[in-house]
């Protein structure tokens, strides 16, 4: 079983992509910034990661370029998911190294649907 790691400082959409997620059969886990998730990814590396991007303390463009430079975490997945869904937003979240950007609001079946192909690889 997969684990995904759930890096967003709203509870009420963290609460919302991990029943989303779980109901999918995945293993969830969850960081409230991204300092927390580095921290969280060194303990135990998730399969992938869902990132948001306005986050106290680092924001997510930040973790998605540090995760993206260490040799360690370059493969590891990441889904932006982000209110933030202006063209340059997208733009510089690939920039970032994101694999996948998903702007809120969103589809269930798209972020659920994006997590699982990515996860196959």
């Known amino acids: 079983m997969s684990t995904v790691l759930i890096v967003e400082d709203s509870v009420t959409q963290r609460e919302m992509i991990t029943d989303l997620?779980?109901?999918?059969g995945l293993t969830?886990?969850?960081?409230?910034?991204g300092i927390e998730a580095l921290e969280a990814?060194?303990?135990?590396?998730?399969?992938?990661?869902?990132?948001?991007?306005?986050?106290?303390r680092m924001n997510g463009y930040e973790v998605c370029?540090?995760?993206?430079?260490?040799?360690?975490?370059?493969?590891?997945p990441v889904?932006?998911?982000?209110?933030?869904g202006e063209e340059v937003?997208?733009?510089w979240?690939?920039?970032?190294?994101?694999?996948?950007?998903?702007?809120?609001?969103?589809?269930?079946?798209e972020l659920v649907g994006t997590v699982k192909q990515l996860l196959r690889g």
């Open 41 to 56: 990814i060194q303990t135990a590396c998730p399969d992938l990661v869902v990132l948001d991007i306005v986050m106290p």
């Open 89 to 91: 937003d997208l733009y």
């Open 93 to 109: 979240g690939i920039k970032q190294g994101a694999d996948a950007y998903i702007a809120k609001p969103f589809q269930p079946t």
């Open 28 to 33: 969830v886990t969850h960081a409230s910034d």
């Open 79 to 84: 889904v932006i998911c982000s209110s933030k």
């Open 65 to 76: 370029r540090r995760l993206k430079s260490n040799p360690k975490t370059q493969n590891l």
């Open 21 to 24: 997620l779980k109901a999918s």
